[in-house]
């Protein structure tokens, strides 16, 4: 790192004298004239004068000539010499204000004034380097005939200075337009001489060139170039400075993974371009891009792919902008968007398509191809709202009403959107207040034994009402539970009542039962399911047997090797598994026969169709076939028809759940039904 400037006496060197040095000609000079005079002026004096009178009277006044020619001699040397310190001080002077003026581009200005005036030329600049082109350099301050002048670009390459990569100095006292190219800015310029200085930061890169140049030749190399590397000492380290804040500046307001202005940088030009459509009283859109899936991605691949599929996502959309549009990552996954001037909304879908285009081509990556899809929300401005933060706001629910849409499209801001976030928010509220206040309780629907017409089995299902207020039914706020990170506390408390409830039922002396207990995919795959469901057995007491694990087919399928590690554990504990909702995902055959799971149910929107549709019957049968073949029972879930219940007795069901046997159960009339269940 560059150290900080400063005047040292041995930045001086060359350009102040040395006293010792001086002293010693003089000594040596009035030395050699004292021998001399004595050796010679007898000899002299007899040859000049024959007359001994005469002679003699001269030989009287010897001294005093003396004296007086070493008196002339010694005057015309010290003034000399302290004409000298005085231009030297007068140079020290200048160059301490020069380089000590103010910093920034006022710096540069003074600069070069002060150093045409140390060194009496005609012209003086300071250029920086062109960092995409290294022959090009552009003057930032240029001082030429007394005043400054605008600033010019020229090439290094045909001037007297294109040595300067080489060597610190270009030195070209005279004819220095026999060594430009013709035209070349330089000559222009009607100059005889030039000196010229690298600058240079503290890796010795060349970042920009200092010079004088003067119509006349240019004398006393050694002293010029003493004060030139004053300057040009204090002129690299105010350019270091300078490059130094606009790298801190573009590290604090941009990305540095995308190159694009981050969320503040966004933010500021978001609210500059309102300001403007606000004094045009022209339209404006506010875009927000989600990604969809990028954390499965990240999980698949590794962060590195993640952040390299980030980084080529942001070069593809940056494509096609034009200009005015605001472009920039705003953290994550997510980007932001302004489109000035927009007419329509047909306007907006354009240009979204537009700048979307370049991600229909699939990346490249690890041997696969990927497809990246986004989901877009739009505000308008003056429509949606007339402030920044309202408009923020608003992209932002249309956004999530993109994504909650399916993903992979586009959704424009509507006041219910707005509501129905609200009455989340609500109900987030709601539900963190609901496990405080003990609101949940389990129902639990019983199972049928088609063959014998027994109860076989139950399911756990949750319930939350609040005092005075209706219930609310799981599909309200299990995926709002699932979201905020509350189906932790609430998943592991609807385990644990179940089989702590299970439990007190066989104390009872009712017969057992197993109860069933949906997991979902944070539990499965965010927490050690299999220790959390080890913990809970011993705590409450209940055999693995009287227990089974509800996983939707979705969830097997996310992850297949953490998803067969995870089964194992928990088969290995006793736990009976099964595969709930079966037929509403993309289910593997493959893998599907080597998960140790022991029942499958299908999804109650198959049943619903029998036997009226040919299709819901077909597709029903082969399930039913299919895990008879695998080994499984089945169960059907939403069974509320006599119809329904003797085609699944025909097809070779086992069990069926539903009203037509029985809704959820309060756990006191589910020990009735028990009770009756013995008795008979």
């Known amino acids: ?90 140079q020290i002077a200048l160059v301490a204000q020069g380089v000590s003026s103010s910093v920034g581009d006022a710096f540069f200005t003074s600069l070069v004034a002060y150093l045409a005036q140390v060194l009496e030329t005609d012209c003086a600049l300071v250029a920086t380097i062109d960092e995409n082109e290294a022959n090009q350099v552009q003057t930032i301050a240029l001082w030429r005939d007394g005043a400054i002048r605008d600033n010019i670009g020229y090439s290094l390459e045909g001037s007297p200075c294109g040595a300067l990569r080489g060597k610190e100095i270009c030195w070209c006292p005279k004819n220095v337009r026999s060594k430009q190219k013709p035209g070349h800015p330089l000559c222009q310029m009607d100059v005889d001489s030039c000196l010229a200085m690298g600058l240079r930061d503290a890796e010795q890169r060349l970042i920009g060139v200092i010079m004088v140049l003067s119509r006349g030749p240019m004398e006393q190399r050694r002293t010029a170039e003493s004060l030139l590397r004053i300057f040009a000492t204090r002129a690299a380290a105010e350019l270091e400075r300078k490059a130094a804040e606009r790298k801190i500046a573009h590290m604090a307001f941009f990305d540095p993974l995308t190159d694009l202005p981050n969320q503040q940088r966004f933010r500021e030009e978001f609210e500059t371009a309102l300001m403007h459509a606000r004094r045009r009283q022209a339209s404006l859109a506010l875009v927000y891009f989600d990604f969809d899936r990028f954390k499965t991605i990240v999980r698949t691949l590794g962060h590195l792919y993640g952040q390299w599929v980030l980084r080529q996502t942001a070069t593809k959309l940056k494509e096609n902008l034009r200009p005015g549009e605001i472009f920039a990552h705003l953290g994550g996954d997510e980007f932001g968007l302004v489109l000035p001037d927009v007419a329509s909304t047909a306007d907006v879908r354009g240009a979204i398509e537009r700048v979307l285009n370049p991600l229909k081509a699939p990346m490249n990556i690890v041997g696969h191809e990927l497809y990246v899809t986004a989901s877009v929300g739009v505000a308008l401005f003056p429509h949606d709202g007339e402030d920044a933060e309202t408009l923020l706001r608003h992209a932002d629910v249309a956004m999530s009403r993109a994504k909650a849409m399916g993903r992979n499209n586009v959704q424009f801001y509507t006041p219910e959107m707005s509501r129905r976030s609200f009455q989340a928010l609500v109900l987030e509220n709601r539900l963190h207040r609901a496990m405080e206040r003990n609101e949940f309780m389990l129902l639990y629907q019983p199972q049928l034994d088609l063959a014998g017409g027994t109860l076989s089995g139950m399911e756990a299902l949750i319930c939350w009402k609040q005092e005075g207020r209706s ?132 999804d109650q929107s198959f049943i619903a169709g029998i036997p009226g549709e040919q299709g819901a019957c077909t597709i029903t049968t082969a399930v039913i076939a299919m895990a008879h073949h695998l080994r499984m029972t089945v169960v059907a879930e939403g069974v509320e028809s006599e119809d329904q219940k003797k085609f699944l007795e025909r097809a070779g069901c086992e069990k069926i759940q539903g009203f037509l046997y029985s809704a959820p159960l309060e756990p006191g009339d589910f020990a009735r039904l028990l009770e009756r269940n013995s008795a008979a």
């Open 471 to 602: 219930t609310f039914s799981p599909s309200e706020f299990i995926p709002l539970a699932e979201e905020t990170g509350l189906i932790d506390p609430l998943g592991e408390w609807i385990l644990f009542t179940a089989c702590r409830q299970n439990r007190d039922w066989q104390k009872a002396g009712l017969p057992p039962q197993r109860v069933a207990v949906n997991v979902s995919a944070r539990q499965f795959f965010q927490r050690d399911i299999a220790a959390l469901v080890a913990r809970v057995l011993k705590e409450t007491g209940l055999d693995p047997e009287w227990l089974a694990l509800e996983i939707t087919e979705s969830i097997l399928f996310q992850d297949i090797a953490e998803t067969t590690v995870t089964l194992e554990k928990l088969r290995d504990l006793g736990v009976h598994l099964v595969i709930d909702d079966f037929g509403t995902g993309y289910s593997s055959l493959t893998y599907l026969k080597n998960f140790p799971m022991g029942t499958l149910k299908i």
């Open 1 to 90: 790192m560059r150290k900080p400037f400063s005047l040292s006496r041995d930045i001086f060197r060359g350009l102040i004298p040395a006293s010792w040095s001086m002293a010693l000609k003089i000594s040596c000079g009035y030395l050699a004239l004292g021998l001399l005079w004595i050796l010679l002026s007898d000899r002299l004096l007899a040859a000049l004068v024959a007359d001994p009178h005469t002679l003699t009277r001269l030989q009287t006044f010897k001294g005093l000539i003396f004296i007086l020619i070493t008196f002339v001699l010694l005057f015309i040397l010290l003034w000399h010499q302290f004409n000298r310190l005085r231009r030297a001080e007068e």
